[in-house]
Nanobody, 113 residues
Framework: QVQLVESGGGLVQPGASLRLSCVAS????????MGWYRQAPGNERELVAT???????NYANSVKGRFTISRDNAKNTVNLQMRNLEPEDTAVYYC???????WGQGTQVTVSS
């Protein structure tokens, strides 16, 4: 069974940082472009960032310069480092394996003072 397991969400104040991690099987990481998406209440799920097998990255304009996606093949993880968080970043964040079209269960990020 394909599994993506996210962790690292929480409640933080504006300007704070969080690091999300997605643990996946080695086969998934070797064969997929991996991505982070998010969905806020009442909104559609939207792309946050992607990273290809070769390490090329792509970011939504709203997070460029604040978020960094990376992959650690030795630890079978895809990470999302989030800095200078804003209330607008509040959402459930999902890990996604593109070629296998597989989603994780999501982790809640809440940015509030």
């Amino acid at each position: 069974q394909v599994q993506l397991v996210e962790s690292g969400g929480g409640l933080v104040q504006p300007g704070a940082s969080l690091r999300l991690s997605c643990v996946a099987s080695r086969m998934i990481l070797l064969t997929n472009t991996m991505g982070w998406y998010r969905q806020a209440p009442g909104n559609e799920r939207e792309l946050v960032a992607t990273i290809t097998r070769g390490g090329s990255t792509n970011y939504a304009n709203s997070v460029k310069g604040r978020f960094t996606i990376s992959r650690d093949n030795a630890k079978n993880t895809v990470n999302l480092q989030m800095r200078n968080l804003e209330p607008e970043d509040t959402a459930v964040y999902y890990c996604y394996a593109q070629e296998w079209r597989t989603w994780g269960q999501g982790t809640q990020v809440t940015v509030s003072s």
